[in-house]
């Protein structure tokens, strides 16, 4: 069985916060940008991997939740209980001290500076502007 991950979504609730910071911050490049109506679907990724991507969606487009269930969505995103990624990255301190220094401009806010983890990894954490947390490990 050969099975690749092609897609993964994060909401969003602002189609130029996130490109400011996943395309100006972060360096992904966009490779979808679909509107409808007032909404967007921005494709993203890393250009390093253009088999692998991140479509940031509206939450409230999905017509089979109620306006109820949306707007409890919403409040966990401000939490930044609803959505995350794990990224990655050979030099985690060189990729902090980027991100810590544009994350303000780009509508982000850092949760974590890189620290050595008890299980063996390092890694920081931050969150976009949609309050999605966003992990960055080191990886050699």
């Known amino acids: 069985m050969d099975i690749n991950i092609c897609h993964s979504y994060l909401p969003h609730t602002d189609p130029e916060a996130s490109l400011r910071f996943y395309r100006d911050l972060l360096g992904f490049e966009v490779r979808k940008d679909v509107g409808y109506e007032a909404m967007r679907w921005l494709t993203i990724g890393p250009p390093a991997q253009p088999g692998i991507s991140v479509v940031?969606?509206?939450p409230n487009a999905d017509p089979?939740?109620?306006?109820?269930?949306g707007n409890v969505v919403l409040e966990m995103m401000?939490?930044?209980t609803f959505g995350s990624i794990m990224l990655s990255s050979p030099d985690i301190d060189a990729a902090f001290e980027k991100i810590q220094a544009g994350i303000d401009a780009a509508g982000g806010e850092i949760m974590s500076?890189?620290?050595d983890q008890d299980w063996g990894m390092r890694d920081c954490s931050f969150r976009d502007p949609?309050?999605?947390?966003?992990?960055?490990q080191q990886i050699k």
Request: hydrophobic share 30%; no cysteine.
């Open 64 to 69: 089979n939740i109620t306006e109820a269930e």
């Open 113 to 115: 500076e890189p620290t």
């Open 78 to 80: 401000a939490k930044g």
């Open 56 to 58: 940031l969606y509206p």
């Open 130 to 136: 949609a309050g999605n947390t966003v992990r960055l």
